[in-house]
């Protein structure tokens, strides 16, 4: 439900989903101080990916 995001997750493919959107959460802070519109874009990207 929320947990196995932090290594677990990468153990097991079932929490395959979780640790990828944790990894994006994390790509999605970094791009944000890059650029406000960039990570919009991405968000709207994985978004349509689910």
């Not at 959107?21 to 960039?38: D, G, P, R, V, W």
């Amino acid at each position: 439900m929320g947990e196995g995001y932090d290594g677990p997750c990468e153990r097991e493919g079932k929490w395959r989903k979780c640790c990828s959107f944790y990894m994006f959460h994390a790509k999605f802070k970094y791009i944000e101080t890059i650029n406000q519109k960039t990570i919009f874009i991405y968000s709207v990207q994985y978004r349509l990916k689910i």
